[in-house]
């Protein structure tokens, strides 16, 4: 093939954009949205949640190989900026509250079932003839 055989041709990826890029001014960036939505739901109706699970892990292993522990910190940070800059530094004072409430419901809840249990198993432990002492010896 010749440099004029080739062109005007473009590759594969640069014809793709292309297209990617029509069908957005056409249809909107809301399509994508919405055909992404119907085909993860798909995958996950035929592969299971734990097939998402298993590819971020492997992604954020491949991603700390390449860029190191420290890229994630740094993401981080940005991240809880960018919600503090966006909600106020009050957001997570609000969150840390609801949290720390939910976190005292449910270890109030935990003790209350184990108290129950207890209950349950003195209730249904044979009571004792001898007075909870043990046998002579004679």
């Keep these: 093939m010749t440099d004029k055989d080739n062109k005007g041709s473009m590759t594969v990826a640069e014809a793709g954009r292309k297209g990617g890029e029509t069908v957005r001014n056409e249809r909107g960036r809301e399509f994508y949205e919405t055909i992404g939505r119907k085909g993860g739901a798909t995958v996950k109706a035929e592969r ?54 939910k976190v005292k419901k449910l270890i109030e809840e935990g003790k209350r079932a184990a108290r129950g249990a207890a209950a349950a198993a003195a209730a249904a432990a044979p009571a004792s003839t001898d007075g909870g002492q043990e046998p002579s010896k004679g």
């Design 48 to 101: 299971g949640r734990a097939f998402y699970e298993e590819i971020g892990r492997k992604g954020g292993e491949t991603v700390k190989a390449e860029r190191g522990a420290k890229f994630y910190e740094e993401i981080g940070k940005k991240g809880g900026d960018r919600v503090k800059a966006t909600r106020g530094p009050n957001f997570y004072e609000e969150i840390g509250r609801k949290g720390g409430q």
